[in-house]
């Protein structure tokens, strides 16, 4: 039986889009067709600007910045604010700057936690003095560096007063991370 031009138009046509649909679906399932631990390195890998593994293996040297600007915000008294995760890979070496309240001594009742197993006061961290105010804002800096046996995934800020914290016009955190470590690395030095 022959088609007619329309008909037989019409069954090639589907025809090919069929198979247009079965390779694509052939070639999504293959080129995603990865373990979960691939899947999450590459995910991390690929989160990053800059990524490179070091001589140590297990460790990335990573380009994450982040600037989380506080102005018209409040931190309750008692309660904290994630700033930044990493899991499941733990962070090895950051740097933070913080442009934050402070009282008229330079100090201030925000206290960096490092976690979920650590808690590092502001103290741990240097005054600025050129670029703080007493009473107002205070900028302050510092370093966290692990040796990557601390399981560190987590920043936050815990707001250590008995009243809350609201934020002026300018505060701003930024924490960058430099380096990072997957889950199971152990340092052998």
């Known amino acids: 039986m022959k088609l007619p031009y329309n008909s037989f138009t019409m069954t090639l046509s589907t025809f090919a889009i069929f198979a247009l649909i079965v390779t694509s679906i052939n070639h999504f399932q293959n080129s995603y067709s990865q373990n979960e631990e691939d899947l999450n390195a590459q995910q991390v890998l690929s989160s990053n600007k800059n990524t490179t593994e070091g001589n140590d293996k297990g460790k990335f040297t990573v380009n994450d910045s982040e600037t989380i600007l506080l102005a018209g915000k409040t931190l309750p008294s008692d309660s904290y604010l994630y700033l930044y995760d990493s899991t499941p890979y733990k962070i090895s070496n950051a740097h933070i700057l913080a442009k934050i309240p402070c009282n008229e001594e330079y100090s201030t009742s925000i206290v960096f936690l490092f976690g979920p197993d650590r808690e590092i006061p502001i103290t741990g961290l240097d005054l600025i003095s050129e670029l703080s105010e007493a009473g107002e804002l205070c900028l302050y800096e510092g370093s966290m560096v692990t040796n990557g ?9 815990f707001n ?5 914290i609201s ?6 955190l930024i924490i ?3 380096e990072i470590a997957t889950p199971d690395y152990k340092n052998t030095n």
């Not at 046996?149 to 800020?157: E, F, Y």
């Not at 250590?160 to 809350?164: I, L």
């Not at 934020?167 to 701003?172: K, N, V």
């Open 149 to 157: 046996t601390n399981r560190i995934t987590d920043i936050a800020i």
């Open 160 to 164: 250590n007063s008995p009243d809350d």
């Open 167 to 172: 934020f002026p016009d300018s505060a701003s």
């Open 176 to 178: 960058k991370i430099n």
